[in-house]
């Protein structure tokens, strides 16, 4: 069965850093990936998706992420970080042919002014 | 554009009562899901639909739990009797095509049972 590991329950980040944000799936072939984010009291809105080509792709908000199929990644970055983006973020993996996304736990995005 | 449209957005009710929580998917999107969400568990699958049909339930927790999508723009979710172990954020997502789509998300229902 496949799996969506996000090793950070919590981050925190002063506003203007670098953030990125780690996604690691166990999957045999090469699934659709997708990132989402959450703010308090809504439900999840799609940051970016990644389906095959380029393994950079780009997202609203100024996120890219990258597909590294050799370490079974799927990154999520930014190169600066604004406190509006303090959320949860999360992860999503689907297996071609099985139609049902598998979410990582989530990552709390905490940041400092 | 309308996105997915939950109600209620609250809904707090005593232990053993009836509860349905109601969703419109996005015109169009032909596959919707039900999740729950809490602290301990994050987020669950309860039941996937599509084309009107559930593909799979097997998220549902047990009995109490039901849900139905008599057609394309409506499905509930009712939980009875209800207990204080449900209270969670229940969301609904609506997909157009099949897997490499992403979901849209409602905003929620916060369920509380006392």
């Known amino acids: 069965a496949q799996s969506v590991t996000q090793p950070d329950i919590h981050i925190t980040v002063s506003e203007g850093a670098s953030l990125e944000l780690r996604c690691n799936y166990s999957?045999?072939?090469?699934?659709?990936l997708f990132w989402y984010v959450q703010s308090p009291g809504q439900g999840l809105q799609l940051l970016l998706k990644?389906?095959?080509?380029?393994?950079l792709v780009q997202g609203i908000k100024g996120f890219e992420a990258e597909f590294k199929r050799s370490q079974s990644s799927f990154n999520l970055r930014k190169p600066s970080v604004h406190w509006s983006d303090a959320a949860e973020y999360f992860c999503a993996v689907v297996e071609g042919g099985s139609y049902i996304p598998t979410f990582g736990r989530g990552t709390s995005l905490i940041v400092h002014p | 554009d309308a996105g997915v449209i939950q109600s209620p957005r609250h809904e707090v009710t005593e232990m053993g009562q009836e509860v349905t929580l109601r969703c419109k998917p996005i015109?169009?999107?032909?596959?919707l899901f039900w999740y729950r969400q809490t602290m301990m568990r994050g987020l669950e699958l309860l039941i996937y639909?599509?084309?009107?049909?559930?593909?799979?339930d097997s998220g549902m927790p047990e009995d109490r739990f039901s849900a139905k999508m008599p057609n394309a723009s409506f499905s509930t979710l009712k939980i009875q009797p209800s207990e204080p172990r449900d209270s969670a954020v229940y969301f609904c997502?609506?997909?157009?095509?099949?897997?490499?789509?992403?979901?849209?998300f409602g905003d929620g229902t916060r369920l509380s049972i006392l």
């Open positions: 999957y045999g072939a090469t699934p659709y």
């Open positions: 639909f599509n084309n009107n049909v559930p593909i799979d």
């Open positions: 015109s169009g999107h032909n596959s």
């Open positions: 990644y389906f095959s080509g380029d393994t």
């Open positions: 997502a609506s997909r157009a095509g099949l897997d490499n789509q992403p979901q849209h």
